[in-house]
């Protein structure tokens, strides 16, 4: 009876010690402040002292660059359904962190953010087009916001066939924006699969079972944490992303180490996102 018991025990004591593991493996997590995207990012593009935001990150991406459509591709996740997958080097911060919103002298600028979401985007359907739209900086996101009071300008949305919706090559079924006017006249703005929560951030877009009906059977993807920064890694149907804890204590005190003030004169910044995009796409010239 005696050894009975003591097997009893040592049984409770390894689920309670196999529990606790998994517990303290759920809950281990990395803690950074703004300083951590200042430096990470300098690399990638430059930082500007923006008079409505402060600092903000233009990548050096080349002028034909757009948020959530070059580069990368949508999965679904059971837990935060449709997650962007950034192929950058720099893509775990800026499409999972922050807002984005088209400068009319840089171009694309990202505003940092301390919440990580699977994308902030709002999504449109119909005429057999999926849409989706980066959310501007600006918009506080809570319970009870109403994504479908939501209407950035037209150019900032990209539309693509719905069967397409999981292409790991989407950005190459995105139609010409300038059908964008006709379509958004025969969209409208998914508001029922929309919403917020502090353990899974801001989620939108189509219901798995909905976007099914058009693209087939879709797999969800594992999502697995990554505890350094670089890209997001997409193989063998997991996603190993890197999504630290950012802390709330962001003042002049962080400072990216090179920065430009900002410049409505910015000619200069033009030409060098041009010489960029050429080299990107004929490397010749550099040799």
């Known amino acids: 009876m005696k050894r009975i018991l003591q097997i009893t025990a040592l049984a409770i004591l390894i689920m309670l010690g196999g ?10 997590s990395v803690d950074i402040s703004y300083q951590t995207f200042y430096d990470e990012l300098s690399p990638y593009g430059q930082w500007i002292d923006n008079p409505d935001y402060g600092y903000v990150w233009v990548p050096d991406a080349g002028p034909d ?6 580069n990368g591709h949508w999965v679904w996740t059971d837990d935060y359904e449709w997650m962007w997958v950034s192929d950058y080097d720099w893509g775990w911060g800026p499409f999972h962190y922050g807002r984005w919103e088209e400068d009319p002298y840089y171009g694309w600028i990202w505003v940092p953010g301390y919440e990580w979401s699977p994308a902030w985007v709002a999504w449109r ?11 501007r900086p600006g918009i506080t996101i809570s319970i009870n916001f109403n994504i479908g009071s939501y209407n950035p300008p037209y150019d900032y949305w990209c539309f693509a ?3 397409y919706i999981t292409s790991p090559r989407i950005y190459d079924y995105c139609v010409d924006r300038r059908q964008n006017v006709t379509i958004i ?5 998914i508001v029922n699969n929309s919403g917020y929560s502090n353990n899974y951030g801001f989620r939108s877009g189509p219901s798995r079972y909905e976007a099914e009906r058009y693209a087939g059977r879709i797999n969800p993807v594992r999502l697995r944490d990554s505890y350094t920064a670089g890209r997001t890694q997409f193989r063998n149907n997991e996603v190993s992303v890197y999504r630290p804890h950012v802390r709330r204590d962001n003042d002049r005190n962080f400072a990216p180490r090179q920065f430009e003030r900002y410049d409505r004169n910015n000619t200069n910044r033009i030409v060098r996102n041009s010489i960029f995009s050429k080299i990107c796409k004929f490397p010749a010239l550099i040799n």
């Open 125 to 135: 359907d119909g005429g057999d087009y999926y849409g989706w739209a980066p959310l």
């Open 19 to 28: 529990s606790w593991r998994n517990t303290a493996s759920a809950q281990v």
């Open 185 to 189: 006249n025969y969209t409208t703005i």
């Open 161 to 163: 066939p719905r069967r």
């Open 65 to 70: 660059f757009r948020p959530y459509s070059t």
